[in-house]
């Protein structure tokens, strides 16, 4: 059984950078495929970013390439969101979510089976 906790979310600029953070507290996240997902202010939740067990293979929605990159260190059991060029849209609670095999519709969210309570981005001036 996973328990996902994210960190990292903060207040930051437009233009800053930021890295968040995704772990399990009582299971390995090193068997799982993780995806970030968003949610900003009235809006509904969107897929940002999938990585699988072995971290070669990633997708990125058009909205955060090139800007965001996702990557995992299995041997800290956690999976990182680093976001550059960040954007007052780039604005939500961010959350990780593991599954047990990559789906190639990544962003379908009840794919996954285990999310964690998110953590809040903000970027304004």
């Known amino acids: 059984q996973l328990q996902l906790v994210e960190s990292g979310g903060d207040l930051v600029q437009p233009g800053g950078s930021l890295t968040l953070s995704c772990t399990s507290s009582?299971?390995?996240?090193?068997?799982?495929?993780t995806t970030w997902f968003r949610q900003a202010p009235g809006k509904g939740r969107e897929g940002l970013s999938v990585i699988n067990v072995s971290g070669d293979m990633k997708q990125y929605a058009d909205s955060v390439k090139a800007r965001f990159t996702i990557f995992r260190d299995n041997a800290k059991n956690t999976v990182y969101l680093h976001m550059n060029a960040l954007k007052p849209e780039d604005t939500g609670v961010y959350f990780c979510?593991?599954?047990?095999?990559?789906?190639?519709?990544?962003?379908?969210?009840?794919?996954?089976?285990?999310w964690g309570q998110g953590t809040q981005v903000t970027v304004s001036s």
């Open positions: 009582q299971s390995s996240l090193n068997s799982y495929v």
């Open positions: 979510a593991a599954a047990s095999y990559y789906l190639s519709a990544w962003a379908i969210q009840s794919h996954y089976s285990y």
